[in-house]
């Protein structure tokens, strides 16, 4: 028991030691309130949401796509982007036919990168 003990705190204090650390004012409270507000508006899309939905808070992006997978913009800041993977609305469309009441199956996690534009 007496070892377990001293693992754990040992365990703590190298813990404490990785968190970042913060020096006062270097964090930027308006540009982390900003983020913060994208990231909630960004996981408002789900699963089962039609494209449509999703176009109301994303844009299409250049580069290659077809209808059931696509990446996607954020519409205030194109560097922030989506990957989202669609059920099409009609089992007889094109691969290539994107259409509004096509389903959401997966979206990832918001992530940045370069604009992509064609």
Known sequence: MKTFITFLTATLIMCSFSMPSFAAGSVDDNLTKQISGILTECQKIKPGMTRADLLKVFTTEGGLSTATHRTFGYRGCF?????VDFTLSDPKQ?????RPTDIIKTI???????????
């Open 79 to 83: 560097y922030i982007k989506v990957d």
């Open 94 to 98: 094109n691969v290539l036919e994107e």
């Open 108 to 118: 990832s996690k918001p992530y940045l990168d370069w604009y992509i534009a064609d």
